[in-house]
């Protein structure tokens, strides 16, 4: 029995499940609307089970995800059916060659502290903003949609077990996530945490998958500092997902930034 497949489908599986809010999709398709008046050539960057580029698609523009995950590619793929301006495929935004030309590049759900890349977080997510700067026509846009909160110390250093998901596939396998509690550094800005998940196959077979993960979480200043460095110019902030602006620095009620940024 293949253990590390089952356990990546099993977590693709359910995750699409549970991450099923339709909120930040609006949002965005609202911007898009704002800003611009036709159909864009689409960028998205980590698109997972295709959650946000397969509405995107739906709404008329041409659109391209990526990704590193092929279990999450499997149910992007299987989304997208009967769609004729949408493609996905495996690719890798801190190695590999990204394209160019695009209209607008989608850096949303969170993406920036859920990197997975064995090089330094810190640099992998100036390697994201980079890139996606790169594949971006002259006057192209970026849209970047990451958590920021007031006291990172408050959210991130937490203690005792908790489970964020549970579920059972579509291959029959139950699990569970666990997580023993985090720790926040806020000199380097490193959250780190351990936990496990806890499967059950279907023919019966219990095992565990140890996870041990870390995450820069980066301040306000910094990706603005990382934008400015890529050639990007910041047109729009929004705070919440609403169309109130992002207050510098930002306050206490404050939980998502959403930035509208333009190539030079």
Excluded at 145 to 154: I, T
Aim: charged share 25%; net charge negative; proline share 3%.
């Amino acid at each position: 029995m293949n253990r590390e497949f089952i356990a990546k489908h099993w977590y693709a599986d359910v995750y699409e499940q549970i991450e099923n809010q339709t909120n930040d999709v609006d949002f965005l398709i609202k911007v898009l609307n704002e800003y611009t008046d036709a159909p864009q050539n689409i960028l998205e960057i980590a698109c997972g089970g295709g959650r946000i580029c397969v509405p995107l698609a739906e709404a008329g523009h041409t659109v391209t995800g990526i990704d590193t995950d092929e279990h999450m590619l499997l149910r992007c793929y299987r989304r997208m059916k009967g769609l004729k301006n949408i493609r996905c495929f495996s690719a890798d935004a801190v190695t590999d060659n990204l394209g160019t030309g695009y209209d607008v590049v989608v850096l949303a759900g969170n993406v920036l502290i859920n990197i997975e890349s064995e090089t330094d977080y810190k640099q992998a997510q100036i390697t994201f903003i980079n890139k996606a700067a790169a594949a971006l026509r002259p006057g192209g846009h970026l849209y970047l949609d990451f958590q920021l909160l007031f006291d990172d110390a408050k959210v991130f250093n937490s203690q005792g077990e908790s489970s964020y998901f549970e579920g059972t596939d579509d291959m029959g396998t139950f699990g569970r996530t666990v997580r023993y509690g985090s720790v926040y550094d806020p000199v380097t800005q490193l959250c780190c945490g351990t936990g496990h998940w806890e499967l059950t196959a279907n023919n019966g077979e219990n095992f565990t998958v140890i996870r041990n993960w870390h995450k820069h979480i980066p301040k306000q200043a910094q990706v603005y500092k990382w934008l400015a460095e890529a050639g990007l110019t910041i047109e729009k902030t929004y705070k919440n997902f609403s169309d109130e602006k992002l207050p510098e620095p930002i306050d206490e009620s404050t939980y998502r930034a959403t930035i509208w940024a333009r190539k030079k």
